[in-house]
């Protein structure tokens, strides 16, 4: 049995106008997913865009002209709640035999408390997933993936990668908003294949940092597997005293729902998790 999807994003997510809860739904079925958690976006920030990818965004899906302000900051369509919960309603009543969880992505909640507060206040959401995709670099805020496409000349990749784990850490010390911390490694997903292979040998100091912080806070960490999650990041989570760890496909299309997931339940049992109580449980620590 595949442990439970506890990341997926649908049409309710704004860069998932291709999802579909229903069609998520029905593929967990088929998979014999004990449960799937819908996860949608909340982004509160808005970011600089260099011009050439203001047009890119444009030209692949030309609704987005409109997210865009005066001085070409971007800026994200805020989460229907209600149409979302209502599509969670439909989808439960649709699929008796699956187990569907309400959720959130927050991203950047540590600066965002107020604003995080009230999306959670608006609805019951069952996963409350902290997430950083984003960093301010001489007072402009960047996605991390187009940081790595637009180099300031002071910084290397490493240097990103740093900085990354730096504010995760402030995110994780400032924000109790959130119980699961997604993608740690979010920042390799644009490390450049022109250098050299990322190993997280490089970055010890820092992810193990950031992991006894979560630890210390009692919360999970989740192993996505959009980017596997590097196995030595999960021995750490172990050593760090982690208590338990979720699984995240993070699919935005109904195929991608609990990819990997057989090579990521095998390495986090290799890595001391089992699964909980029950099936829809996170895996916990091995005693
Ligand atoms: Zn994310
Ligand atoms: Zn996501």
Redesign the pocket.
Same mark, same amino acid.
Do not use: I, P, R
């Given at each position: 049995m595949l442990p439970a999807d506890d990341h997926t994003h649908s049409e309710w997510s704004w860069d998932a106008a291709a999802g579909s809860m229903e069609g998520s739904c029905r593929r967990a079925v088929e998979l014999g997913l004990p449960s799937i958690a819908f996860t949608e +976006?909340v982004d509160l920030v808005r970011w600089v865009l260099p011009p050439e990818e203001r047009a890119q965004w444009i030209a692949r899906r030309p609704h987005r002209a409109a997210w865009f302000g005066e001085d070409g900051s971007l800026g994200l369509p805020p989460l229907d709640v209600a149409g979302y919960l209502n599509g969670i309603e439909r989808c439960r009543q649709r699929f008796p035999e699956l187990r569907i969880l309400t959720g959130v992505?927050l991203?950047e909640p540590h600066w965002f408390a107020e604003g995080s507060r009230q999306v959670l206040a608006g609805g019951h959401f069952q996963r409350v997933?902290g997430?950083l +995709?984003s960093l301010e670099i001489d007072g402009a805020c960047w996605i991390v993936d187009a940081l790595f496409r637009h180099m300031p000349e002071s910084l290397t990749p490493a240097d990103i990668v740093r900085l990354y784990l730096g504010e995760l850490l402030r995110m994780v010390q400032a924000s109790g908003a959130f119980e699961v911390l997604? +993608?740690i490694d979010?920042p390799i997903r644009g490390w450049p294949a022109a250098t050299t292979a990322f190993e997280p040998a490089a970055f010890e100091g820092e992810f193990r940092t950031v992991l006894g912080a979560l630890a210390r806070s009692d919360r999970v960490l989740e192993i996505?597997t959009r980017l596997p999650l590097h196995p030595t990041i999960v021995r750490w989570w172990h050593e760090a005293g982690g208590a338990a760890v979720s699984f995240g496909s993070?699919a935005h299309l109904p195929e991608a729902v609990a990819g990997g997931f057989v090579e990521a339940a095998q390495m986090a049992a290799a890595a001391g998790f089992r699964p909980g109580r029950s099936l829809h449980d996170f895996w916990v620590r091995t005693p």
């Open positions: +976006h992505e991203g997933l997430s +995709h997604t +993608h979010y996505n993070d």
